[in-house]
């Protein structure tokens, strides 16, 4: 029984992430593209607070530009 209820927590925290992970990259999109949102201290705060809560999920960026393509840490599409 307990590891079935580690195993959906797992699962939830997962879901949530994916579904957490598009918005993130909407977020640098549109903070890259407008000098004037990257020059805002609200936006910097909640960036912050945002990619801070990723990282305490476990989840870290994965430095891959100019290395060769790892099937065990990248994902293609």
Do not use: C
């Amino acid at each position: 029984m307990e590891r079935e209820r580690v195993e959906l927590f797992e699962y939830a925290s997962t879901e949530a992430v994916r579904a957490l992970l598009p918005i993130l990259d909407d977020f640098e999109r549109g903070w890259a593209s407008t000098p004037r949102m990257r020059n805002t201290a609200r936006h910097e705060l909640i960036y912050q607070r945002f990619y801070d809560s990723l990282k305490r999920l476990g989840l870290e960026p994965i430095v891959s530009v100019g290395r060769p393509f790892d099937p065990n840490i990248h994902h293609a599409n």
